[in-house]
Protein backbone atom coordinates (compact mmCIF):
# COMPACT_ATOMS: atom_id res chain seq x y z
CA UNK A 1 0.00 0.00 0.00
CA UNK A 2 1.69 3.05 -1.37
CA UNK A 3 1.74 5.90 1.35
CA UNK A 4 0.19 8.86 0.76
CA UNK A 5 2.39 12.01 2.40
CA UNK A 6 1.44 15.70 3.12
CA UNK A 7 3.54 18.53 3.52
CA UNK A 8 2.93 20.62 5.74
CA UNK A 9 5.78 23.31 6.22
CA UNK A 10 8.96 21.02 7.69
CA UNK A 11 6.15 18.42 8.58
CA UNK A 12 5.76 15.46 6.99
CA UNK A 13 2.36 14.12 7.89
CA UNK A 14 0.70 10.81 7.14
CA UNK A 15 -2.68 10.17 6.15
CA UNK A 16 -3.86 7.12 8.92
CA UNK A 17 -7.55 5.81 9.01
CA UNK A 18 -9.07 3.83 11.66
CA UNK A 19 -11.95 1.41 11.29
CA UNK A 20 -14.55 1.60 13.73
CA UNK A 21 -14.78 3.94 16.55
CA UNK A 22 -11.54 3.24 17.86
CA UNK A 23 -11.51 6.42 19.83
CA UNK A 24 -8.26 5.85 21.99
CA UNK A 25 -6.15 4.55 19.16
CA UNK A 26 -6.63 7.45 17.07
CA UNK A 27 -6.60 10.30 19.44
CA UNK A 28 -2.96 8.37 20.21
CA UNK A 29 -2.06 8.91 16.54
CA UNK A 30 -3.57 12.02 16.07
CA UNK A 31 -1.63 13.91 19.18
CA UNK A 32 1.95 12.48 17.67
CA UNK A 33 1.16 15.33 15.24
CA UNK A 34 2.38 13.47 12.26
CA UNK A 35 -0.57 11.82 11.40
CA UNK A 36 -3.77 13.02 10.07
CA UNK A 37 -6.56 10.70 10.98
CA UNK A 38 -10.17 9.95 10.06
CA UNK A 39 -12.39 7.13 11.67
CA UNK A 40 -14.70 5.31 9.85
CA UNK A 41 -17.27 4.08 11.39
CA UNK A 42 -20.88 3.12 11.34
CA UNK A 43 -22.24 3.58 14.85
CA UNK A 44 -20.44 6.80 17.10
CA UNK A 45 -20.43 7.38 21.01
CA UNK A 46 -23.38 10.23 20.70
CA UNK A 47 -25.43 7.89 19.21
CA UNK A 48 -28.19 5.79 20.85
CA UNK A 49 -27.40 2.75 22.77
CA UNK A 50 -26.34 -0.08 20.17
CA UNK A 51 -24.58 -3.34 20.34
CA UNK A 52 -21.70 -2.26 17.78
CA UNK A 53 -21.31 0.54 20.88
CA UNK A 54 -18.18 0.00 23.49
CA UNK A 55 -19.48 -2.15 26.45
CA UNK A 56 -20.60 0.68 28.88
CA UNK A 57 -20.31 -1.60 31.78
CA UNK A 58 -16.33 -1.93 31.02
CA UNK A 59 -14.32 -2.85 33.95
CA UNK A 60 -9.96 -2.98 34.21
CA UNK A 61 -8.66 -6.27 34.53
CA UNK A 62 -6.07 -6.11 32.79
CA UNK A 63 -3.87 -9.20 31.21
CA UNK A 64 -0.12 -8.84 30.44
CA UNK A 65 -0.66 -8.14 27.01
CA UNK A 66 -2.76 -5.25 28.41
CA UNK A 67 -0.16 -3.81 30.30
CA UNK A 68 0.22 -0.57 28.16
CA UNK A 69 -3.51 -0.18 28.17
CA UNK A 70 -3.78 -0.53 31.23
CA UNK A 71 -0.81 2.36 32.76
CA UNK A 72 -2.46 4.98 30.20
CA UNK A 73 -5.69 4.22 31.50
CA UNK A 74 -4.01 4.71 35.14
CA UNK A 75 -2.11 7.53 34.38
CA UNK A 76 -5.34 9.28 33.37
CA UNK A 77 -7.40 8.98 36.18
CA UNK A 78 -5.02 10.61 38.21
CA UNK A 79 -3.91 13.60 36.38
CA UNK A 80 -5.78 14.63 33.65
CA UNK A 81 -9.02 16.42 32.27
CA UNK A 82 -10.73 12.65 32.00
CA UNK A 83 -10.02 11.80 35.70
CA UNK A 84 -13.57 12.20 36.53
CA UNK A 85 -14.62 9.37 33.63
CA UNK A 86 -12.79 6.78 36.26
CA UNK A 87 -12.79 5.50 39.68
CA UNK A 88 -9.77 3.63 41.41
CA UNK A 89 -11.16 0.51 43.23
CA UNK A 90 -9.57 -2.16 45.66
CA UNK A 91 -9.39 -5.41 44.33
CA UNK A 92 -9.11 -8.78 45.87
CA UNK A 93 -9.00 -11.81 43.96
CA UNK A 94 -9.54 -15.50 45.53
CA UNK A 95 -8.62 -19.10 44.11
CA UNK A 96 -9.14 -22.65 44.75
CA UNK A 97 -6.15 -23.57 43.80
CA UNK A 98 -2.44 -23.53 45.60
CA UNK A 99 -0.27 -20.76 44.37
CA UNK A 100 2.94 -21.91 41.87
CA UNK A 101 5.49 -19.77 43.72
CA UNK A 102 7.40 -20.42 40.12
CA UNK A 103 4.98 -19.14 37.95
CA UNK A 104 4.27 -15.27 38.34
CA UNK A 105 1.32 -13.78 37.79
CA UNK A 106 0.59 -11.70 35.31
CA UNK A 107 -1.00 -8.90 37.26
CA UNK A 108 2.45 -7.94 39.52
CA UNK A 109 2.38 -4.74 37.10
CA UNK A 110 -0.88 -3.98 38.90
CA UNK A 111 -0.53 -1.00 41.60
CA UNK A 112 -0.11 -2.06 45.10
CA UNK A 113 -0.14 -5.63 44.14
CA UNK A 114 0.62 -8.05 46.76
CA UNK A 115 -0.20 -11.35 47.95
CA UNK A 116 -2.47 -12.34 50.49
CA UNK A 117 -1.30 -14.26 54.02
CA UNK A 118 -3.22 -17.02 54.76
CA UNK A 119 -4.86 -15.33 57.39
CA UNK A 120 -6.42 -12.65 55.40
CA UNK A 121 -8.33 -15.32 53.03
CA UNK A 122 -11.72 -15.91 53.69
CA UNK A 123 -13.08 -19.16 54.85
CA UNK A 124 -16.45 -19.53 54.21
CA UNK A 125 -18.59 -19.91 51.56
CA UNK A 126 -15.76 -21.50 49.36
CA UNK A 127 -12.26 -23.01 49.99
CA UNK A 128 -9.64 -20.24 49.25
CA UNK A 129 -6.14 -21.78 49.17
CA UNK A 130 -5.00 -18.93 47.86
CA UNK A 131 -5.30 -14.61 47.12
CA UNK A 132 -3.89 -11.37 45.88
CA UNK A 133 -4.85 -7.96 46.22
CA UNK A 134 -4.26 -4.71 43.85
CA UNK A 135 -5.70 -1.22 42.85
CA UNK A 136 -7.53 -1.20 39.33
CA UNK A 137 -9.82 1.40 37.78
CA UNK A 138 -13.48 1.22 36.43
CA UNK A 139 -14.64 3.21 33.44
CA UNK A 140 -17.65 6.00 33.53
CA UNK A 141 -18.11 4.57 29.42
CA UNK A 142 -20.85 6.87 28.75
CA UNK A 143 -18.44 9.91 29.98
CA UNK A 144 -15.42 8.72 28.52
CA UNK A 145 -16.32 8.23 25.47
CA UNK A 146 -17.32 11.88 25.05
CA UNK A 147 -14.52 13.01 26.20
CA UNK A 148 -12.31 11.09 23.47
CA UNK A 149 -14.23 12.44 20.35
CA UNK A 150 -14.36 15.77 21.73
CA UNK A 151 -10.35 15.48 21.94
CA UNK A 152 -10.06 13.68 18.81
CA UNK A 153 -11.49 16.54 17.14
CA UNK A 154 -10.04 19.22 18.91
CA UNK A 155 -6.89 17.69 18.24
CA UNK A 156 -7.75 17.94 13.99
CA UNK A 157 -9.39 14.40 13.26
CA UNK A 158 -11.97 13.60 11.59
CA UNK A 159 -15.12 11.22 12.05
CA UNK A 160 -16.78 9.96 9.04
CA UNK A 161 -19.87 7.91 8.84
CA UNK A 162 -19.85 4.82 6.67
CA UNK A 163 -19.79 1.29 7.17
CA UNK A 164 -16.72 -0.48 5.24
CA UNK A 165 -17.45 -4.00 4.15
CA UNK A 166 -13.80 -4.69 2.72
CA UNK A 167 -9.95 -3.20 3.36
CA UNK A 168 -9.78 -3.12 -0.18
CA UNK A 169 -12.16 0.04 0.05
CA UNK A 170 -10.08 2.02 2.56
CA UNK A 171 -6.39 0.81 1.04
CA UNK A 172 -7.44 1.74 -2.36
CA UNK A 173 -9.08 5.31 -2.48
CA UNK A 174 -8.49 5.89 1.45
CA UNK A 175 -11.94 7.84 2.63
CA UNK A 176 -12.99 9.22 -0.51
CA UNK A 177 -16.16 7.08 -0.80
CA UNK A 178 -17.27 8.05 2.51
CA UNK A 179 -16.85 12.01 1.67
CA UNK A 180 -20.08 14.24 1.23
CA UNK A 181 -21.05 14.97 -2.17
CA UNK A 182 -20.00 18.50 -2.46
CA UNK A 183 -16.38 17.46 -0.99
CA UNK A 184 -16.57 14.76 -3.45
CA UNK A 185 -17.25 17.25 -6.53
CA UNK A 186 -15.37 19.69 -5.49
CA UNK A 187 -11.99 18.53 -7.12
CA UNK A 188 -9.59 19.30 -4.32
CA UNK A 189 -9.52 15.61 -3.10
CA UNK A 190 -8.98 12.68 -4.93
CA UNK A 191 -9.14 8.73 -4.17
CA UNK A 192 -6.04 8.04 -2.85
CA UNK A 193 -4.23 5.16 -0.53
CA UNK A 194 -3.37 5.63 2.91
CA UNK A 195 -0.26 5.32 4.64
CA UNK A 196 -1.78 2.81 7.14
CA UNK A 197 -5.18 1.31 7.89
CA UNK A 198 -5.92 0.83 12.11
CA UNK A 199 -8.50 -1.63 12.13
CA UNK A 200 -10.93 -1.51 15.30
CA UNK A 201 -14.01 -3.47 14.92
CA UNK A 202 -13.76 -5.46 17.67
CA UNK A 203 -16.34 -8.62 16.85
CA UNK A 204 -16.58 -6.90 13.48
CA UNK A 205 -13.15 -8.67 12.56
CA UNK A 206 -15.08 -11.63 11.96
CA UNK A 207 -17.11 -10.27 9.34
CA UNK A 208 -14.87 -7.57 7.62
CA UNK A 209 -13.54 -8.53 4.52
CA UNK A 210 -9.69 -8.74 4.44
CA UNK A 211 -9.65 -9.20 8.12
CA UNK A 212 -11.93 -12.53 8.90
CA UNK A 213 -10.62 -12.91 11.89
CA UNK A 214 -12.90 -15.96 13.53
CA UNK A 215 -11.05 -16.19 16.01
CA UNK A 216 -12.27 -13.05 17.69
CA UNK A 217 -13.95 -13.40 21.44
CA UNK A 218 -16.04 -11.18 23.08
CA UNK A 219 -13.03 -10.60 25.89
CA UNK A 220 -11.40 -9.00 22.46
CA UNK A 221 -14.54 -6.85 22.03
CA UNK A 222 -12.59 -3.84 24.21
CA UNK A 223 -11.26 -2.30 21.78
CA UNK A 224 -8.70 -4.80 20.19
CA UNK A 225 -6.84 -3.67 17.57
CA UNK A 226 -4.79 -4.47 14.70
CA UNK A 227 -2.59 -2.39 12.95
CA UNK A 228 -2.37 -3.77 9.53
Not at 33 to 57: C, F, M, S, W, Y
Not at 72 to 96: D, G, N, P, Q, V
Request: aromatic share 8%; glycine share 8%; proline share 6%.
Amino acid sequence: MAPRLADIGFVRILDIVVIGAGLSTALKLQETGRDRVAIVAEVLPNDPKHINLANQTLVSEKKTIEKETFEEMWKLSETSEAKECFRRIEHFEYTSSERDESEPTPREYMPEFRYLDRSKLPSEPFHVASGEFFYTITIDVPAYLPYLLSHFLFAGGRILRGSVLHLSQIAENGVYAFLSPDERSSGTVKPEPPAGIVVCVGLGARWLGGVEDEKGSLDQRREDCEAL
